[in-house]
């Protein structure tokens, strides 16, 4: 599985935008689908994760209600939608596959930067 992020860009604080993560093959919906980010001198960390159906979502505590992830495994993409973005929030993200709840990551895409100005 390959994958494209793409979306991300410099926003103002408080503002949106949406990041997306288009996949090749033909085996998308086979996996959960993940978002991590990683900032500048920071190690890299969890931001959401939506499960192969799209019903089930979870989200780290520092993007709850600000943040929401989906898929579309016709279109095989996954977004994420990020709102009332903060400086905090600027990092390299990425889109990441895996079998498994609990397993390791198995595909990474490229990442996408995102910049919150201030």
């Known amino acids: 599985v390959q994958l494209q992020a793409s979306g991300g860009g410099l926003v103002q604080a408080g503002g949106s935008l949406r990041l997306s993560c288009a996949a090749s093959?033909?085996?998308?919906?086979?996996?959960?689908m993940g978002w991590f980010r990683q900032a500048p001198g920071k190690e890299r960390e969890f931001v959401a994760r939506?499960?192969?159906?799209?019903?089930?979502?979870w989200y780290a505590d520092s993007v709850k209600g600000r943040f929401t992830t989906s898929r579309d495994n016709g279109k095989n993409t996954v977004y994420l939608q990020m709102n009332s973005l903060k400086p905090e929030d600027t990092a390299v993200y990425y889109c990441?596959?895996?079998?498994?709840?609990?397993?390791?990551?198995?595909?990474w895409g490229q990442g996408t930067l995102v910049t919150v100005s201030s």
């Open positions: 990441a596959a895996q079998t498994g709840l609990s397993s390791g990551v198995d595909y």
């Open positions: 939506i499960s192969w159906s799209g019903s089930s979502t």
């Open positions: 093959g033909r085996t998308f919906s086979r996996y959960v």
